[in-house]
Nanobody, 115 residues
Framework: QVQLVESGGGLVQPGGSLRLSCAAS????????MAWYRQAPGKQRELVAR???????NYSDSVKGRFTISGDNAKNTVYLQMNSLKSEDTAVYYC?????????WGQGTQVTVSS
């Protein structure tokens, strides 16, 4: 079994910053990728950013230049630094880890951008 614990969500004003964290624990031999997704009300879940174990990363066009994903392989933890937040970034953010034959999801953390 693998457990993911997310933290760092909350309410922030437009233009503000938040940092999300997701720590994985359990039966993990090797993590191949770590990612953040988000789902806004009435919309499909979408990929925000992904980073591989080798350090390669990619971002959705909507967050490029504002968000940064990073990972700590020793701690099995992935972070998402979110700057210059906009109201359209409001969503539940989910972390995802990819192992060799399976993927796991966190429980989600709410991010609300509002004045």
């Amino acid at each position: 079994q693998v457990q993911l614990v997310e933290s760092g969500g909350g309410l922030v004003q437009p233009g503000g910053s938040l940092r999300l964290s997701c720590a994985a624990s359990g039966n993990i031999f090797r993590i191949y990728s770590m990612a953040w997704y988000r789902q806004a009300p009435g919309k499909q879940r979408e990929l925000v950013a992904r980073i591989t174990s080798g350090g390669s990363s990619n971002y959705s066009d909507s967050v490029k230049g504002r968000f940064t994903i990073s990972g700590d392989n020793a701690k099995n933890t992935v972070y998402l630094q979110m700057n210059s937040l906009k109201s359209e970034d409001t969503a539940v953010y989910y972390c995802n880890i990819g192992l060799r034959f399976s993927t796991y999801w966190g429980q989600g953390t709410q991010v609300t951008v509002s004045s």
